[in-house]
């Protein structure tokens, strides 16, 4: 079969080149990205590839010592290999300075996922470069956390099913996952998604450049998260990359705004993909809206490239797909200002008005008086909200529930009961009459420790925005609004985790009007009225 002469599941829309003009707006946008902070150094680049280099001798080091574990003979321990490849925004080229860096260990199948847990962690912990060493074997894709030289680590390890690995190996042939456990086929995918992507696009600068901006947008707007119902690394990549198959010769620049007018009239749930599914020859699920109901109900899939392929979007929501929507339809016109040179791509990179935005707001706070206990809870907090907005949803009582993707997270330290307890209640500094002892005056509470019997309380908060639906109000025209069923229930939910500690965590939900936000949510920009979608009021 004779190979098409163009990536993707469609030809191209148009595959002439970009303007003098469109390529200025593109150079326009890199300066302006770099302005923005968005490139490492060169020293931090360096140090990158010095500390892959140091890791990757480790981890044949790690072979052998498994090797000599399970009795083979010295003189063919140290042939068995073990290779070291990168993956998430690293791999993509598209980090920011100070972005972790995710690697993974592929290893030989002598070597057991335990030993990577026992004899490389023991390695890693004898290294003086190494801080916040994390192990979490036990997770969908276990990894071990740490910082090495300063530079945040995720380090995953995948066991191939061949007695070698050697300096060339390569990850693409599907054959590789034949008999291997579904823990390396799940550690492995990271990696050979962004291979794959970085296969499929024809201009690998221009897609870069295009990603770099797309990915500040959306985290300016306050939509980029995997875990909130939102879009994660991985499908605004892909999302780019469909973008650039579409126009193999434009500019960075025309990637950009046609990715605004294509996304905006897209019609979902037509999946979004960079290539043919492969159906594959093992028994791994592939993404198939057509045989399972729980692919059907995707609603705005975007399907990975390698097999076996899976929707990379499947935490959208009824409500974060609509505030994705109004995002982007908000993009266009920034997009076409810009294009017409109405507007610079500062433009582009605006923060969100979220707390400006609604009326009434929910705030998740959860305290712990045990930092390391707060921090684990923190990240189940965060991934079960979606399990909150599901629950609001299902009230029938909102038209819009907005997660918002950032937490407010703080240390306060806690002189008095009394003051504790406010903290641990959300309570905003103005809000608290004993907090002018502790938190701002410098003689009383600066640092928590020296407090004799003082506590300091770590506080995450996240925030939910709400838009009603005109159904509840009553015959006087007032709105009589009862959550406690749902709050209630998610509440249970948090407090059924291992992780909960009933001692020295608290967990409290208020809902706010939009005055009654606390003055740290507005940061530095001045607290200005409601702007809003919900005029209703
Ligand atoms: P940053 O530049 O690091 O913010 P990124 O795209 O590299 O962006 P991450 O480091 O969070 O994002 O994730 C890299 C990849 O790791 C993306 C996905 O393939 C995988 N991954 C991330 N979180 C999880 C998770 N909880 N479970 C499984 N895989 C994950
Ligand atoms: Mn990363
Ligand atoms: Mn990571």
Redesign the pocket.
Known sequence: MERPRYLGVTPPVDTTPSSAEEEALADELLATLKAQGQFESDSERRSREVILGKIDKMLKEFVYRAAIKYKRPESVARSYGGKIFT????R?G???AG??L?TLCVVPSHVQRSDFFEIMVEMLRERSEVTKLTPVPE???PVIKMEFSGVDI?MTVAVLQQPVVPEDQDLADNNLLRNMDPVSV?SL??SR??DEILRLVPSIPTFRLALRCIKLWAKRRAIYS??MGFF???AW?MLVARICQLYPNKSASIIVTRFFHILLRWNWPTPIQLKTIETGSGNLHVWNPQTSLSDAAHRMPIITPAYPSMCATHTVSHSTKQLIVREISHGVGVADRIMRREATWDAMFEKDDFFRTYKFYLQVNVASTDAEAHNLMHGFLESRLRQYVTRLEHTGMFVLIHPYMNSFDREHPCATDEDEQQVRAGLAPEERPAASNTDGDGAGGEAPSSDKDGKTVSLTTFYLGLLLTDRDRGANGKRCIDLSLPTQDFIMLIKDTELWDNDHMTISIRFLRQEQLPDEVFGDGPRDRLRSPDSKG
């Open positions: 993956f998430g925004s690293y993509l598209v980090h920011g972005a972790d995710d997770t969908h894709v995720d799940r995918n990271g998604v962004t995997n875990s994660g690394g991985v990549a």
